[in-house]
């Protein structure tokens, strides 16, 4: 091999070292690559989180809408009496309570064929941190049972056979139906941590006993609760500012008159 073919291997051998050179990404135009990655995520994920709120939140008025059909065909099938909201045995509305060692039975509510014993209708997705009534959950929204029920009870509650049931009044009392609600957002704090709540005590009521004041609503949707009317729409609603929300976003969304509540106006 002469001197002029080396040489020339030679030069196509370095040609071939700085090709590869070139190709590679330098320490500098990582870094570059990187941080533009995270000021996409920093754009991105809270973005993300958002939808993945409203999504959530869609998903909660969609329940509450399933709700008030099976409420409407339960007074259908009723002679137009209100659902109760449940009995000693345990019976609710929204299924059979079983105390806090059991699972709820989702099947056994008086409302349960009207929600083809569906457990997530009753579940609010974004109401996730209580603590547990039952083994796993019970239901994320409170009715308006003070004002649509009338309590029949047998016996005295001291006798060891004392039973009760709510009874449904007649939905035809709602004067106004725009104007009254039947279920919404719930929880509450007796004197320890939140929990899931199905008795949507009126803020009269709430408030009857000086010390012992407490709250149902629960503002849990960026300071909002969803709430169903009795002529079935559902919407986000403000707290009252008669009193404060606490710091478990429990309030009132009307003063002790009760207006909201109440269906004689």
Same mark, same amino acid.
């Given at each position: ?72 065909? #339960? *007074?259908?099938?009723?002679? /137009? +009496?209100?659902?109760? !909201?449940? =009995? @000693? ?72 056979? #004392? *039973?009760?049931?709510?009874? /449904? +009044?007649?939905?035809? !009392?709602? =004067? @106004? ?89």
């Amino acid at each position: 091999m002469n001197m002029k073919t080396k040489r020339g291997m030679n030069m196509k051998t370095k040609r071939g070292m700085n090709t590869k050179t070139n190709k590679a990404f330098t320490l500098i135009e990582l870094l570059v690559v990187i941080a533009i990655i995270g000021i996409l995520a920093g754009l991105l994920l809270p973005t993300l989180a958002r939808a993945k709120m409203v999504a959530k939140s869609v998903q909660n008025k969609n329940n509450l809408k399933q709700i008030a059909g099976a409420f409407s065909m #339960y *007074s259908d099938d009723h002679g /137009g +009496l209100a659902v109760g !909201i449940g =009995e @000693s045995s345990g019976r609710y509305f929204f299924g059979q309570y079983n105390g806090a060692s059991a699972e709820v039975d989702y099947s056994g509510g008086y409302l349960s064929e009207y929600v083809n014993n569906s457990e997530k209708v009753w579940q609010d997705p974004v109401f996730n941190a209580f603590s547990k009534r039952a083994k796993k959950r019970t239901c994320s929204y409170a009715y308006n049972s003070h004002y649509l029920n009338e309590m029949e009870e047998n016996g005295n509650w001291w006798d060891p056979g #004392y *039973s009760y049931v709510y009874r /449904g +009044l007649d939905t035809q !009392i709602m =004067e @106004s139906p725009v104007e009254t609600v039947l279920f919404g957002d719930s929880a509450r704090n007796w004197m320890g941590p939140v929990e899931e709540n199905w008795f949507w005590t009126p803020p009269s009521q709430a408030r009857a006993w000086p010390g012992w004041e407490t709250a149902y609503t629960h503002f849990r949707h960026n300071g909002k609760a969803t709430v169903l009317w009795g002529d079935g729409h559902v919407e986000m609603v403000a707290p009252d500012q008669t009193y404060p929300v606490n710091d478990d976003q429990l309030g009132y969304i009307c003063d002790t008159d009760d207006h909201l509540f109440k269906p004689v106006k």
